[in-house]
């Protein structure tokens, strides 16, 4: 004779596995529905942050001087050598250096007097101080970062200080004369 309560308790088993059951996906589909939008939306704001350019007008720079521009979100610093700049570049020994790069290998052919590099610390993404701001170049002239000390020379290389490596150069052209379009 069966017993009326196992077959009602197998019974309430059931029912409690498959509401539970139920609960999890309902709570899996609810998840992918309402991450979807996001993550469509966020999409093409990275695409398009990915493709943007930056111009600038260099002949608007003095020699001697850098203006901070912003590349994708981040600052950008384009910056006029003078010639004294350019020979103290030149007359350093680059294979001496952390992060060895010549000033030619940093600039574009017949305009090695103008230098382009991101306004971002390579020690921990800090903005150094340039040319614009006088006494704060440090001791190599270029710029100095004020957050654990690193000194950068008119090339933008790391001379002292806990950067590992210059300053990045992004890619960039003229696009005239005197215009650069970076990115
Ligand atoms: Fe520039 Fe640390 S972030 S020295």
């Given at each position: 004779?069966?017993?009326?309560?196992?077959?009602?308790?197998?019974?309430?088993?059931?029912?409690?596995?498959?509401?539970?059951?139920?609960?999890?996906?309902?709570?899996?589909?609810?998840?992918?529905?309402?991450?979807?939008?996001?993550?469509?939306?966020?999409?093409?704001?990275?695409?398009?942050?990915?493709?943007?350019?930056?111009?600038?007008?260099?002949?608007?720079?003095?020699?001697?001087?850098?203006?901070?521009?912003?590349?994708?979100?981040?600052?950008?610093?384009?910056?006029?050598?003078?010639?004294?700049?350019?020979?103290?570049?030149?007359?350093?020994?680059?294979?001496?250096?952390?992060?060895?790069?010549?000033l030619q290998e940093r600039t574009k052919e017949g305009h090695e007097d103008v230098l382009v590099t991101m306004g971002v610390c390579t020690h921990l993404g800090c903005v150094p101080l340039g040319a614009a701001e006088g006494e704060n170049k440090g001791e190599f002239g270029g710029y100095f970062c004020p957050c654990h000390g690193s000194h950068y020379d008119t090339a933008a290389r790391i001379r002292k200080g806990p950067a590992p490596t210059n300053l990045e150069v992004p890619e960039y052209e003229f696009t005239s004369d005197t215009v650069i379009r970076v990115g």
């Open positions: 004779v069966a017993d009326p309560h196992d077959a009602g308790h197998g019974d309430g088993v059931h029912r409690r596995d498959f509401i539970n059951i139920a609960a999890v996906s309902a709570a899996g589909f609810g998840g992918v529905a309402v991450l979807y939008p996001l993550i469509s939306q966020m999409a093409p704001s990275a695409d398009v942050l990915a493709e943007s350019t930056t111009e600038v007008d260099v002949s608007a720079i003095e020699p001697g001087q850098s203006i901070k521009a912003i590349f994708r979100k981040q600052p950008l610093f384009v910056r006029r050598l003078t010639e004294r700049e350019i020979a103290e570049a030149n007359a350093v020994d680059a294979s001496s250096l952390r992060d060895p790069q010549t």
